[in-house]
Each structure stands twice: as structure tokens, then as C-alpha cells.
């Protein structure tokens, strides 16, 4: 099974609404998928729904204090 490569996006220290503005702005020119990071649950949060509603399926991993969403169609 072959690893799709996702771009990547680094929204930690941002505050809202910037990491969903840059993720929505992100997937514009991925539109098969995105690994975001984010330092908040608020950002997590709001990127989840946000991609959840844009029909993405959302998967979180935590690593310490970051959380990672990788984001697939």
C-alpha cells in the first residue's frame, strides 16, 4: 500500500481564524489532501469541522503539545 505525500501546513502560534483561512487557501491547490499543524484544540477544532463539512475525512494525531490533521478526500 502506497503513502499518499501531502503538502504540509504549519499553523501553530496562529490564532483564529488564520490556520482555517490557511488551510482552506491550502487545499485550493492540493485538493486530494493536507497535513496541518496546529498548537490549540480551538484550531483543531475549527480545521476539523471546517474540512468535515468540505467533505474531507479528518484524522488527529497528537505530538506533545501539536496536534497534526492530515485531511483526505
Known amino acids: 500500500m502506497c503513502k499518499l505525500?501531502?503538502?504540509?501546513?504549519?499553523?501553530?502560534?496562529?490564532s483564529c481564524p488564520e490556520p482555517v483561512l490557511m488551510?482552506?487557501?491550502?487545499?485550493?491547490?492540493?485538493?486530494?489532501?493536507l497535513e496541518v499543524l496546529v498548537d490549540n484544540t480551538t484550531a483543531k477544532e475549527n480545521i476539523s469541522r471546517f474540512a468535515?463539512?468540505?467533505?474531507?475525512?479528518?484524522?488527529?494525531?497528537?505530538?506533545?503539545?501539536?496536534y497534526i490533521l492530515i485531511l483526505t478526500k
Open 52 to 66: 468535515g463539512n468540505s467533505g474531507y475525512k479528518v484524522e488527529v494525531a497528537q505530538k506533545g503539545s501539536d
Open 23 to 33: 488551510t482552506k487557501k491550502a487545499l485550493s491547490k492540493s485538493p486530494e489532501g
Open 5 to 14: 505525500k501531502h503538502s504540509t501546513i504549519d499553523a501553530r502560534g496562529r
